[in-house]
Each structure stands twice: as C-alpha cells, then as structure tokens.
C-alpha cells in the first residue's frame, strides 16, 4: 500500500496568508496540518509516502525532511508547473506501482483507512471516493447508486461530497494526459465512469475541515483546543479520535511550550495555547480560544480573544485582537476574510528569536574544543609552518554574519570567521592553498572562534554577507533562530560544495529537529562527513 500527499498548494484558499505560506504548512495547534495527515499516516501503518510539491516547496521540505520522526519516509516529487490534482498523479507516475491512497496536505481528516482499503478490494474498485454528508464550499457533490457505485445520475437522494480523499490503482493513472492540467474530481472521475470502470463511494463519519475558509481554520484550531474525548460529536460534527498538542498542560485547558516568559499579572482564560519561546508581558489578557505561535512578543496590556497569532510575531501594548488571523503585520478577518496589512510596528510586525547560546552551551563547546584543539596540535603546527613558509602568513580572515536582536527585528552583524590563509589577495591558491582547502585543514583555525563564542560547536552554517542577501523567503529566515556552527547537517548532509538552496533546507530542517542529542549525533558523524568531502 503506498500513498501520495498532494502538498503543491495550487488552490488559492487562505489567501493572502497563502501567498507566503504554503496551505500545508499552516499551523494547527502549532503545528504545520500536513503533520496530521502523515500522522494518520504513520498509524495505520502506510510508512512509504510520496508528496508532490510545487509551490513554495522549500519549507514543506526543509521542516519534514525525510520524515524519521514519524517513523516513515518521504521521497518528494517537485512540480515546475501546475499540473491539478490528478495531474500530479500523472507526474508521480512511475512511484506509484501498487494500490495508493492519494490525500490533501492541506486538510484535516479523521478516517479508517485499514477499513476504506478492504471495502476498495472487495469491490474490486479501480477507485474509491471518500465521500462524506458535510459539505463545504470547495466540496464537489456525488451522486451514488446500488451497492455504492458511483453514478452520474441524480438519483433523488441529498448529495454526498467528495473529501478530496481517494484510493485508486496503478492503471487509473493512464487515463490522465501526461503534462496536462487534469483534476482528480471535475475529470479523471467522469472519465473513468465514461470507460465503465467500477469507482464506488465510501462514506467517512470521521472528522474532515477542509481548511477552505477563515470560519473553517478557526474551527480546526478551537477542534484541538477543546480537546474532546475521542468520539465526542459537538455541533453534530465529529472530533478527531487522535488529538495532540505539543506544550505542558500548566492548567485546565492552558498549554506552554518551552523557555517561556509569562509575567505573573497575564491572565489565561482556557483554552489558550503559547508556543515555544514566548514573551507575555504585564497585564496581557489572552483567550478563550487563543493559539499563539513560537517567538511571539505580547506587549503589556494587550488583548487576544478567538484568534491565532503565527511564529515571529510582534503584537504591542494595549492592542486588542479578537476574531483575527496576525501574521506578522498581516492581519486577517476570520469571519469577512477581509485583511489589512499594518505599517506601525509599534502596533505589530515580526519579529526573530534571539540566537542565544546560553551558558550552559558556551561550556560544553569549550569543554570539548579545548581536548579537540589540544589532539590536533601537532597537524596545526605543520600546517600553520607551512601555510607561513608558502604564503607568508599564517591566518586570513573571512567575514561572515551573525542574527542578534534589534527591537523587533533581527539585525546580522559581521564578525571575523579565522581560515589558514590559502589564497592570496587577487584570489589565486597560494602553494599549498589548493591542498588545504581539498582537505578542509583550512577551516582548523575557526575552532578558535568557537572558544571566542563566535561559533558553536554544531549549529547552521556561517553565511557571507553575499550569501546572506539571497535570503529573501520567509522560510529561509527561520535559519537565524539557531546558532551558527562549525559543523552541523549543512556539513554533514551536504557535498563541500553544495548549493545555497541546498544549504539553507538543511539549515532550516535542523532548527526543527534539533535537540541535544540530535547534535551530538551530527559532531559523531562529522569526520565520516570530512572524509567523503576529501575524496
């Protein structure tokens, strides 16, 4: 059983917060919503999961990755053009060699899917519609006949409609035109009810919000906070049997996260959920129904009732908010889905964590890297008396750029990165230039800036102010929110001469990844990474 998340966000849903943000990133509960459809996933077993991208790609897969935190893998297929949903069928073709189940990234949907793949094998169906009676406004409407089969017939009875969830096999897959616009419901259905292949419905009573409206993702966020016990119904909608959020329960219906700072006059009205590195201020009133994302400043004495205020957001003092989407500067009507962009950031705008080592960090990286510099004495003697014979000196220095905290926003400061000299002022390799740098015994010297506290042992890379300047899209900018290091997944995933592109999804999949352990896995597996990069 293989399975296909259509994560290519060509719907214009959500708009204008999908302008920046691709639809399958957008959080839940904090969380981007395609976490829950590969969770549901995970769960019922399905491990190998192909996901079609196309807009927007490079945070969708730099916050995934390979998908090992949810024990599956990911192999991603990259669209350069808008195909429609079963155009991308057609594009992922030659992955799909067995019964598939093809789903939105975009949505949030309870199903048994063990239960919907016996019914499509013992109907011997070519495809299944997942259908359900809760329409919507993106829904499209089916019409079903005897023993299930769909029909193009109005047949009297209320609609169902179609969840945009299906289960097709392999052969459905030549009656879509290669490099064609081709959508699953509007027409590979109609053509495979016109070649008489049996396509038969099955009914879903589980939770389904299709995130197609404002109302609707404020539903989906006010669905977790109220965390109902598994099978509740409320409002006659079904809840979801598997509810997670990630955050210490401090009170009825009141979630943290970690390392945050709450001054002891806010007041929380369940439920209400605060992300991870958070600053709340005096007099802040926040909730019911309030999620607030990671690195968020509340000013003192605002206001927040019914909305969801996203990463890196600076909200002021005595700001009110109710009803409303903020996104940075952005702020949307969840009921009008009106928006207005605000250009006071007294009021609001981003703003960035700061990359804070801490003390505890400084001293491990100074623990280590005293031993490590001490071991490798005697080859930084060598090459420091030889880079001195040939070159005439012994360091050159490299600028490179560090995020500090201005305000609300983040401001990268220049400091000297320390490299054996290995060219000269025109650019050329000195003697032993080309060597040093084949080896990479050239970047030794850059340990000292990790004594300095310049570096960190294992964090992104460093970025030159040339580098720095193509950082340009709101997912590249989460990069800044970890330290930079001497080595870490840019080094260890990456060839030495990788792309910037490349670079920056490593860098941006280990802040979300990243852990204790997980860096004392990467500096395990640098010189293994040393050593391929030489060859």
Known sequence: MQAILLAT??????????????????????????TYAIELLARQGIQNINVSLYHLPGSIEAFFGKGERWGVELD??????????????????????DTFIALPAD?????DIAKLVGQHRVRGSAATVVVSRH??????PVFVGENGRLTTQVNGSAPYYATGVYIFEPSVLNHIPARTHFDIQQELIPALLAADLPVHAFTSNGYLNTLDTFPKYQEAQ??????????Q????????????LEGRQIADGIWVGLNNVIHPSARLAAPVFIGENCRIGAGVELGPDVVIGANVIIDDEASIQKSTIFDHTYIGQLVNIEDRLVNKNLVVDTQTAESVTIEDRFLLGPTYETVAEGGG??????????PLLLLLLPLLTVVAILTFITSGRVVQKKTRLKPYMSGQSVTLRPFMLYNFATRRENGRFTPLGSLWEKLGLHRLPELINVLKGELTLVGVRPLSPEEASQITDTWQQKRHDAPIGFTGLWYVQNSREGELDEMLIADVYYLA?????????LLWQTPAAWLRHIK
């Open 9 to 34: 966000g060509e719907t214009e849903k959500l708009q204008p917060l999908t302008e920046t943000i691709p639809s399958p990133m957008l959080p839940i509960a904090n969380r981007p919503v395609m």
């Open 76 to 97: 991603y297929l990259l669209q350069r053009d808008a195909w429609g949903s079963a155009g991308a069928l057609k594009w992922a073709e030659s992955s799909l060699s």
């Open 107 to 111: 949505m949030v949907v309870d199903l």
């Open 135 to 140: 329409g919507s406004d993106a829904s499209q």
């Open 222 to 231: 006010q669905t977790f906070l109220h965390n109902p016990l598994p099978g």
């Open 233 to 244: 119904v409320a409002n006659g909608t079904p809840q979801l049997r598997f509810l997670s």
């Open 361 to 370: 960090q400084r001293f491990a990286d100074t623990l280590l890297t005293v």
């Open 513 to 521: 990844t990243r852990s204790w352990r997980e860096d004392w896995k």
